[in-house]
């Protein structure tokens, strides 16, 4: 009995790492949006193309990802974590400046600045919490959702290259 307990708990951290591992590439693409909104500013890029290409990621990205966070991870860790309810704050701050249509430059400012900082929050924070607060039978993303694929679609203005 026992080694069938080890057995089901090796094959649970293998599925928390892999969850682990597919929000971080998520991040690391995200980031990667904070690299070019700062690459456009600094190549004097129109403004609005920058903005365009931001408020698409968001939509066809981002939003995909925060409902991933909210409704797969963030209620094993419990809505009144003190670090969900953050998160959840910085995902409505977000949308704030990506529905902004005004001040587009102050609005990128903020996108890249807020971006970041929650991806690093999350990284530092909720991933360990995860890890320390999850059971080791619990798992968090199965298999179809792990090998869904929603960063493939295409944008045709990549005025960062």
Same mark, same amino acid.
């Given at each position: 009995?026992?080694? $069938? ?18 929000? $971080? ?39 995909? $990802? ?21 998160? @959840?704050?910085?995902?409505?701050? +977000? ?19 807020? @971006? ?23 798992? +968090? ?6 090998? $869904?694929?929603?960063?493939? !679609? ?6 960062? !290259?």
């Amino acid at each position: 009995m026992n080694s $069938h307990i080890t057995i089901i708990n090796e094959e649970n951290k293998i599925n928390l790492e892999k969850t682990l591992s597919f929000l $971080h590439c998520h991040h690391v693409q995200s980031l990667e949006l904070c690299s070019i909104i700062r690459m456009g500013i600094r190549r004097n890029i129109d403004l609005n193309r920058i903005k365009n290409y931001a408020d698409w990621y968001y939509t066809n990205k981002l939003i995909p $990802h925060f409902q991933i966070e909210k409704e797969y991870i963030f209620p094993n860790l419990g809505m009144e974590n003190v670090f969900v309810h953050k998160v @959840l704050i910085q995902h409505r701050r +977000l949308a704030k400046h990506f529905i902004k249509k005004n001040e587009v430059e102050k609005s990128l400012s903020r996108i890249e600045d807020d @971006l970041e900082t929650l991806i690093r929050f999350e990284e530092k924070n909720i991933f360990n919490a995860i890890r320390n607060i999850f059971p080791t039978y619990q798992i +968090l993303l199965n298999n179809e959702l792990l090998s $869904h694929e929603f960063y493939n !679609q295409e944008w045709d203005d990549i005025f960062w !290259q």
